[in-house]
Every structure is written in C-alpha cells, then in structure tokens.
C-alpha cells in the first residue's frame, strides 16, 4: 500500500515562499509520476505540478509557472514543492499525488493546508 505524507504548508504574507515535501512510502522508482494538486477554498481540485519519476521531466500549471518549481529526491522518495512569490490566490489544501505507468492519480496523501495573506 502506498503512502503519501505531506509537510510544509503555513501561514504566510503574500510575497513570501514556502517549499512542500511530500514522502512516498513505495519505492518510487516503481512509479512513474508524482504530482502536486490543489483545492482553493470552495473551488474544485486543480493540478499544479508533476514530475516523470525516472526522466525528472516536470510540467506546471500556468497560474504557477514562473513561481512555482517541483522537483524529487529518488534517494529518499520525496518530491517537493517549491514556491516563490506567494499570492492570496494560491490560498488552498496542497495535495500530493503518485501514479504508475497507464494509470491515473490513485494515491493521494493527506493534504497541507497554505494560506497566503495580503
């Protein structure tokens, strides 16, 4: 059973930057992408971000492209969530997500909440 955790979120000023990790369980060289999806307050979930697990070839939303960054670490399973420049917009639950090869996002973790101020 695959497991995901995530950490990080916060409370910042708009402005400031956080990073979010989210750490797999499996070993993620069995996957084949993790990803980064959010859920604004009263909105429905968005993608963010993901990542090719073996070529690390990543793809962003536009909303996020010059701000945000994910990247992973295969040693330790993890893939982050760097983000710069936050705005009150990308106030949401940030969740983390993993998928094998022909197949959709079938593991989620928990979520981490951020909350961007103005």
């Known amino acids: 059973q695959v497991q995901l955790v995530e950490s990080g979120g916060g409370l910042v000023q708009a402005g400031a930057s956080l990073r979010l990790s989210c750490a797999a369980s499996?070993?993620?060289?069995?996957?084949?992408?993790m990803a980064w999806f959010r859920r604004p307050p009263g909105k429905g979930r968005e993608f963010v971000a993901d990542i090719n697990w073996s070529a690390g070839t990543t793809r962003h939303a536009a909303s996020v492209t010059d701000r945000f960054t994910i990247s992973r670490d295969n040693a330790k399973s993890t893939v982050y969530l760097q983000m710069n420049d936050l705005k009150p917009d990308d106030t949401a639950v940030y969740y983390c997500a993993l998928r094998y090869r022909n197949a959709d996002w079938a593991y989620w973790g928990q979520g981490t909440q951020v909350t961007v101020s103005s």
């Open positions: 499996t070993r993620t060289p069995s996957a084949y992408a």
